[in-house]
């Protein structure tokens, strides 16, 4: 099973909002809404931002947001803060009973 | 509250086996999954695969990392354990174990840095 595909970087102006697309294919982000989205901040834990394409655990602000269409989901950081400046990472469950990290995407605050 | 502490950094030569442990409080251990996780030096991360401790200790692996590791839980003392046999230069990474509530991974350990040098 190969890593779910994401675009390298990403970067936007304090304020504005940015999308970060996950594709994966029929067998894990298209198969089933068990995508979840991860926030790294250099040399710290992941920390989970999203579950289930489009729910957010206790006390993760609001401006973060999931969806998904077919194969390819995606997170919608809006009203972009410096502190959101961080790796981040989809994960899908897979029709093999396992799961599967995006590549990763650096998000970069201007 | 629930808490995953991870055993500490690891430096082994290549061949020498190694197991690193991640020990669960503040919940009942037998009722998640845990899941194993690879982060590179400068990568991104990587699922290697999860373990269920209660009943039988199903396991399920990333074709990736199936037969390069061996994942495993004692549930007498709530602690998942990760596995090798016979340690590579490749295998130096930093690794997190995971609670999955459901379908995600919700809380995390610290990491344990394994360095795998001759």
């Known amino acids: 099973q190969s890593a779910l595909t994401q675009p390298a970087s990403v970067s936007g102006s304090p304020g504005q909002s940015i999308t970060i697309s996950c594709t994966g294919t029929?067998?894990?982000?298209?198969?089933?809404?068990?995508v979840s989205w991860y926030q790294q901040h250099p040399g710290k834990v992941p920390k989970l931002m999203i579950y289930d394409v489009n729910n957010r655990p206790s006390g993760v602000s609001d401006r973060f947001s999931g969806s998904k269409s077919g194969n390819t989901a995606s997170l919608i950081i809006s009203g972009l803060q410096a502190e959101d400046e961080a790796d981040y990472y989809c994960?899908?469950?897979?029709?093999?009973?396992?799961?599967?990290f995006g590549t990763g995407t650096k998000v970069t605050v201007l | 509250e629930v808490q995953l502490v991870q055993s500490g950094a690891e430096v082994k030569k290549p061949g020498e086996s190694l197991r690193i442990s991640c020990e669960g409080s503040?919940?009942?251990?037998?009722?998640?999954?845990i899941a194993w996780v690879r982060q590179m030096p400068g990568k991104g991360l990587e699922w290697m695969g999860i373990?269920?401790?209660?009943?039988?200790?199903?396991?399920r692996y990333s074709p990736s990392f199936q037969g390069q590791v061996t994942i495993s839980a004692d549930k007498s003392i709530s602690t998942a354990y990760l596995q090798w046999s016979s340690l590579k230069a490749s295998d130096t990474a930093m690794y997190f174990c995971?609670?999955?509530?459901?379908?995600?991974?919700?809380?995390w350990g610290q990491g344990t840095l394994v360095t795998v040098s001759s």
């Open positions: 994960s899908s469950y897979t029709t093999s009973s396992t799961h599967v």
């Open positions: 373990i269920f401790p209660g009943g039988d200790s199903h396991t």
């Open positions: 995971a609670r999955h509530d459901g379908f995600r991974a919700h809380y």
């Open positions: 503040g919940y009942s251990f037998t009722t998640y999954w």
């Open positions: 029929s067998s894990d982000v298209g198969a089933y809404n068990y």
